[in-house]
């Protein structure tokens, strides 16, 4: 199927699903404010791919290496299939402009399509070294996109970057517990279930299992740990960018201050960000400006 021309799909249509963290904000600069919500769009319709609707594991496989498809598609110059237009005429653009690394792009299809088949076949990570692999290509690519386009480099930045991002995938996991659970997702790993003395009974949405809290209170410890271990990119970064960043590590550790203020119990309630939230995460974004 014939693509339309660049210039009738060359806006990416508005960011509008609920997320934590800022994204391509008023705070981003301008220029790259496109090509950050390309990106964003990219990501945010494959994993709606994996992820929501009714359809079955094979369908979602399938449509997941259609969008791959078109992916190496426009990343070789030819055209697209015309399923999502929406997604791949202004990515085709950022991919010409910025000479965006498409592996770190087929790094994310890769991850979802893990996801769809650890849900389909039940299957568990084995240690939680196996899920922080995951988060390599689940999350880490996202942060190498960005400063990608922020022309950064460097080793450190880099790894701070895989930090960040890898602490923010893990905080959305036991952020989102009582909804991954109920879906068949299942994160905690069996060694971290297993030395914490935590059964599947115990993160059902009726539990109050002592053993299911001290689980995700390590899991949120550790991954405060990551996020702050990362957080020095943010300071480094120049201009409306370092704010951006600021933000999205300081929305992070908003959120494991509410999983925390609920006992860890996420299991029961999921907890969120709210504008009230805003003021608090400006004034600990100026913080880290101090330091």
């Given at each position: 199927?014939?693509?339309?021309?660049?210039?009738?799909?060359?806006?990416?249509?508005?960011?509008?699903?609920?997320?934590?963290?800022?994204?391509?904000?008023?705070?981003?600069?301008?220029?790259?404010?496109?090509?950050?919500?390309?990106?964003?769009?990219?990501a945010?319709?494959?994993?709606?791919?994996?992820?929501?609707?009714?359809?079955?594991?094979?369908?979602?496989?399938?449509a997941?290496?259609?969008?791959?498809?078109?992916?190496?598609?426009?990343?070789?110059?030819?055209a697209?299939?015309?399923q999502?237009?929406?997604?791949?005429?202004?990515?085709?653009?950022?991919?010409?402009?910025?000479?965006?690394?498409?592996?770190?792009?087929?790094?994310?299809?890769?991850?979802?399509?893990?996801?769809?088949?650890?849900?389909?076949?039940?299957?568990?990570?084995?240690?939680?070294?196996?899920?922080?692999?995951?988060?390599?290509?689940?999350?880490?690519?996202?942060?190498?996109?960005?400063?990608?386009?922020?022309?950064?480099?460097?080793?450190?930045?880099?790894?701070?970057?895989?930090?960040?991002?890898?602490?923010l995938?893990?905080?959305?996991?036991?952020?989102?517990?009582?909804?991954?659970v109920?879906?068949?997702?299942?994160?905690?790993?069996?060694?971290?279930?297993?030395?914490?003395?935590?059964?599947?009974?115990?993160?059902?949405?009726?539990?109050?299992?002592?053993?299911?809290?001290r689980?995700?209170?390590?899991?949120?410890?550790?991954?405060?740990?990551?996020?702050?271990?990362?957080?020095?990119?943010?300071?480094?970064?120049?201009?409306?960018?370092?704010?951006?960043?600021?933000?999205?590590?300081?929305?992070?550790?908003?959120?494991?201050?509410k999983?925390?203020a609920?006992?860890?119990?996420?299991?029961?309630?999921?907890?969120?960000?709210?504008?009230?939230?805003?003021?608090?995460?400006?004034?600990?974004?100026?913080?880290?400006?101090?330091?």
């Amino acid at each position: 199927m014939n693509t339309p021309p660049p210039s009738t799909h060359t806006a990416s249509p508005p960011v509008d699903h609920y997320e934590n963290f800022p994204v391509a904000s008023w705070l981003c600069p301008p220029r790259l404010r496109p090509a950050i919500a390309a990106i964003y769009h990219f990501a945010r319709t494959a994993d709606d791919l994996a992820d929501e609707g009714d359809a079955d594991a094979a369908q979602r496989l399938d449509a997941l290496a259609q969008y791959r498809a078109d992916l190496l598609a426009i990343a070789s110059g030819q055209a697209h299939s015309g399923q999502w237009p929406q997604v791949f005429d202004p990515l085709r653009k950022v991919l010409r402009d910025f000479q965006l690394p498409v592996p770190l792009l087929a790094d994310l299809l890769d991850a979802f399509a893990q996801d769809v088949r650890y849900t389909a076949t039940q299957r568990r990570y084995r240690d939680d070294a196996e899920l922080l692999d995951y988060c390599t290509r689940s999350a880490n690519p996202v942060g190498r996109l960005l400063l990608h386009l922020y022309g950064i480099r460097d080793a450190l930045s880099l790894t701070q970057s895989d930090q960040i991002c890898s602490a923010l995938q893990l905080i959305n996991f036991w952020q989102d517990m009582s909804v991954d659970v109920g879906r068949g997702r299942w994160y905690p790993s069996q060694q971290a279930m297993a030395a914490h003395g935590v059964l599947d009974a115990d993160l059902q949405a009726d539990s109050t299992s002592e053993n299911a809290r001290r689980l995700i209170a390590a899991y949120a410890n550790a991954a405060k740990a990551l996020m702050q271990a990362g957080a020095p990119l943010a300071c480094r970064i120049p201009g409306r960018a370092g704010w951006e960043l600021r933000l999205v590590v300081q929305g992070g550790l908003r959120m494991l201050d509410k999983i925390e203020a609920l006992d860890f119990a996420t299991w029961r309630t999921r907890p969120k960000l709210t504008v009230w939230d805003a003021p608090r995460l400006a004034w600990r974004a100026v913080w880290m400006r101090q330091q």
